[in-house]
């Protein structure tokens, strides 16, 4: 453990020499260092200065049962000791694979059967990409390579993945995007209505988006649609209630594969194991990733329908398709003992009984503050978007500045938001009790303030 400020300068020092970090700016981070994180306690980091940090994220929305948690430390220790690693190649499999693949198979929606494993949520998506056009060509339709995605859709950052996604500054270092991929509308009412669009008018025309786009290419080259049941990374976008049923019809209509991609609403998030659940979609493939294992080991996976499952198992040949670490002993382990941890504290059923109402009713405090347009939550997925004028939505200059001052002061108040360009994103452990949101309301309301006195004369009166 660090203990002094010679062995914390010591690591950024080495980290600036060795360690290139995942979505970020380099130069502004070898000019300013990073910060370092040595432990976790429930609901809490620690740096490396001794500070303690209210993790407002879950890590990366990952770490649903918190930190500290030996049960899952001794999972690892004892499956290491049985069978630290064997692959799942050459017709051999292992108990912990099988069992956590049964266990995922209970709790998922209806007729998804079969798990294709993986370590991250960029690889799942990269092996729904590849199943989705087999399984066409397996069908004799190999003409419907299209997917469908969204704008500001975020897959992973792997080449397929990244290309499905429909983030822009992903594309910018893709070199080409990879072909045979369409982005539509995301469903976005704050930052894409029309002047008086209600909510559920403006989801039935973001929906059916889709089947313009499926007219458009041709109904017989499509071969799936892929959404985030609530997109994330790309700012806590909740649909309206009419989204998601108008999609499922037009994916029905068209005979359309669904992709949901639950890599961060997946086990428990939404107060159900999966916002497939919560919604009522028919995925016919369901990815996930972070919290299967709460992000103590690298797992992810597709959970996949037994249409397509059948379909593979009519012919004779090989998928090819795998990773060196699809399934691993380990991870599988410990993937086990979280959902069992999950269920034996009803964590699920607790975001739907209390976290969920807890952080809805502590985000409407803000609604009324000068730099905040909209607050929304569901589950206990959050966000506070940040403008300059509360009356027209008009954003600040330089979008994503204002919510770097503030995503700055978060971390100088000791608590962990992330910034989506203006928008604060929030997703805490499932195990927040009224201690943490008391806590979090009262850091947020300090940092409004601050960011607001950072830029009073930007803001309309």
């Not at 001052?405 to 108040?413: A, G, T």
């Amino acid at each position: 453990m660090v203990t002094n400020q010679y062995q914390t300068a010591q690591i950024k020092e080495l980290d600036a020499l060795h360690h290139l970090h995942p979505f970020t700016d380099h130069k502004s981070l070898r000019t300013g260092g990073a910060r370092v994180i040595v432990r976790g306690e429930g609901p809490y980091i620690f740096d490396s200065e001794g500070h303690r940090i209210l993790d407002g994220m879950a890590g990366l929305w990952t770490t649903n049962v918190g930190y500290g948690r030996k049960a899952l430390a001794e999972a690892a220790y004892k499956q290491m000791l049985d069978l630290p690693y064997y692959n799942t190649f050459f017709r051999t499999t292992h108990p912990p694979v099988v069992a956590l693949a049964r266990k995922l198979a209970e709790i998922a929606p209806a007729n998804l059967n079969q798990v294709f494993f993986g370590s991250s949520g960029s690889e799942s998506n990269d092996t729904a990409i590849r199943l989705i056009r087999h399984y066409w060509v397996l069908k004799g339709e190999p003409q419907r390579r299209i997917i469908i995605s969204r704008k500001n859709a975020y897959h992973g950052s792997t080449i397929a993945a990244g290309s499905m996604g429909g983030m822009a500054h992903v594309h910018a270092h893709s070199y080409p995007v990879y072909e045979g991929f369409r982005h539509i509308m995301d469903p976005y009412w704050y930052g894409e209505a029309k002047d008086g669009e209600t909510p559920e008018a403006f989801g039935l025309r973001a929906a059916r988006a889709l089947e313009e786009e499926i007219l458009a290419v041709g109904p017989e080259n499509v071969a799936a649609f892929a959404g985030e049941p609530v997109q994330g990374a790309g700012g806590v976008k909740i649909a309206p209630e009419t989204y998601w049923p108008e999609v499922q019809r037009i994916i029905d209509k068209y005979g359309i594969l669904l992709l949901a991609d639950e890599v961060i609403t997946g086990f428990g998030r939404l107060g159900t194991w999966f916002a497939s659940q919560h919604y009522g979609l028919k995925p016919h493939l369901m990815t996930f990733a972070k919290a299967v294992t709460s992000g103590y080991l690298p797992l992810s996976g597709v959970i996949v329908h037994d249409e397509i499952a059948d379909t593979l198992m009519a012919h004779d040949d090989d998928f090819h398709h795998g990773y060196t670490f699809s399934g691993h002993p380990v991870a599988c382990a410990v993937a086990l003992k979280n959902l069992e941890i999950m269920e034996e504290e009803r964590l699920v059923p607790r975001v739907k009984e209390f976290g969920a109402p807890s952080l809805a009713k502590m985000l409407a405090k803000f609604k009324d503050h000068p730099l905040v347009g909209e607050v929304r939550s569901i589950g206990l997925l959050g966000a506070i978007e940040l403008v300059a004028d509360k009356r027209t939505r008009r954003r600040f200059d330089n979008l994503g500045r204002v919510g770097l001052i503030c995503r700055d002061h978060f971390f100088r108040e000791g608590f962990i938001m992330r910034a989506v360009f203006d928008t604060m994103v929030m997703a805490p452990p499932l195990i927040w009790t009224k201690d943490q949101f008391d806590e979090a309301e009262a850091v947020i309301r300090r940092v409004l303030d601050l960011t607001l006195s950072d830029v009073a004369g930007e803001v309309a009166a």
